[in-house]
């Protein structure tokens, strides 16, 4: 048995990779109109992929092929209930015009703490 926070820890095959996929929400995205607010935070965010890019985790660019329910690596794309995009809109965030979003990128052996960040400074200023 071995334990691994490679975002491609299977090499070989047709696999998943594994990631830390980051909810995010704020007062604003979860009060009456935080849809709007949230796509506001999702263009700071394209803005900004790469710079998250180089933060969500070494040897990322494994796992982000495009394939296995992810984005490519090189590409920003967002979407409603769509696991294969760097950041997706739950059904019931759509639903109910408010909530949070779900970052896809982070791999598994980020440092949750600078994606945190990063998801904080690009969305909250």
């Known amino acids: 048995l071995k334990c691994s926070f490679l975002p491609k820890?299977?090499?070989k095959g047709d696999w998943?990779?594994?990631g830390c996929h980051a909810n995010f929400s704020t007062k604003d995205t979860r009060a009456n109109g935080g849809m709007e607010i949230i796509l506001k935070m999702?263009?700071?965010l394209e803005a900004k992929h790469d710079l998250?890019?180089?933060?969500?985790g070494e040897g990322n660019e494994k796992r982000l092929t495009g394939k296995h329910e992810t984005a490519r690596i090189d590409q920003f794309s967002f979407g409603v209930a769509n696991r294969g995009c760097s950041i997706r809109i739950p059904t019931s965030t759509q639903a109910n015009g408010k909530g949070y979003f779900e970052d896809r990128r982070p791999a598994a052996n980020?440092?949750?703490?600078?994606v945190a960040r990063l998801l904080v400074e690009t969305c909250c200023h």
Not at 110 to 114: E, K, N, R, S
Request: hydrophobic share 25%; with cysteine; charged share 20%.
């Open 9 to 11: 820890p299977m090499q």
């Open 16 to 18: 998943n990779g594994a």
């Open 42 to 44: 999702i263009k700071k």
């Open 52 to 56: 998250h890019i180089r933060g969500y």
């Open 110 to 114: 980020c440092d949750p703490f600078t």
